[in-house]
């Protein structure tokens, strides 16, 4: 059962352009929320987070929002660049006693120059 | 440079033959955990620990085993009990286990199977 769901495999989009990153979540016990992003071989590198008690948060050109209603949240960068081209990976902390990092299963992201 | 160094980078197992996956970090963390992806999949977790000498299972721990006598190191052991172990295996660490950390990752170990 995939409580955390990214449900587009790919995203491209050309430089400068905004990008936009979907998550969808089915527990609402998760808490807190984070981006991940990943090149081959290497391990994934925290990116940005934001708590279920915010609605945006912002860090440079990455912007996390969570509408909890809906149980959605994305990631936008803006501007893009060649350099973001990376697998991106939701991940979405559930309190069961212990906090647990639940993973969504990662969106590639082309930017083309 | 503080950080997580995972080795080896790739490694190769015959089948019935234990292997131990090295995971090091200097950054002062409490809590480290061990995690499994496969092609398409999510980061799966094996093992985790919260505090040295203290260590549970995560969701797909059958076939592997850890040990915690430092709190530096959280070595993974994929024995031979594991049936599908090629994977690419990923060791994390945080501050506190159980307060909305971010983990921090090291660069995974690539196993196969001879």
């Known amino acids: 059962d995939q409580q955390v769901k990214q449900n587009s495999p790919s995203l491209s989009v050309q430089e400068g352009r905004i990008s936009i990153l979907n998550c969808d979540y089915t527990n609402s016990m998760f808490d807190y929320f984070l981006w991940y992003k990943k090149y081959p071989a290497e391990g994934p590198t925290f990116l940005i987070s934001i708590s279920s008690i915010k609605d945006k948060n912002e860090d440079g050109r990455f912007t996390v929002f969570l509408n909890k209603s809906a149980k959605h949240l994305s990631l936008h960068i803006v501007p893009s660049q060649p350099g973001d081209s990376a697998v991106y990976f939701c991940?979405?902390?559930?309190?069961?006693?212990?906090?647990?990092?639940?993973f969504g299963t990662g969106t590639r992201l082309l930017v083309s120059p | 440079d503080g950080g997580i160094t995972q080795s080896p980078k790739y490694l190769f197992r015959k089948e019935g033959q234990n292997v131990t996956l090295s995971c090091e970090q200097n950054?002062?963390?409490?809590?480290m955990y061990w995690y499994r992806q496969d092609p398409g999949q999510g980061l799966r977790l094996i093992y985790y620990?919260?505090?040295?000498?203290?260590?549970q299972k995560g969701d797909i721990a059958e076939g592997y085993s850890v040990s915690r006598e430092k709190k530096e190191s959280f070595p993974l052991t994929v024995t031979s009990a594991q049936k599908n172990p090629t994977a690419f295996y990923l060791c994390?660490?945080?501050?506190?286990?159980?307060?909305?950390?971010?983990?921090?990752f090291g660069d995974g170990t690539r196993l196969s199977i001879l």
């Open positions: 991940a979405a902390y559930l309190n069961t006693g212990f906090q647990k990092l639940v």
């Open positions: 994390a660490s945080s501050m506190v286990a159980g307060e909305n950390q971010p983990q921090h």
């Open positions: 620990s919260q505090i040295v000498n203290d260590f």
């Open positions: 950054l002062n963390h409490d809590a």
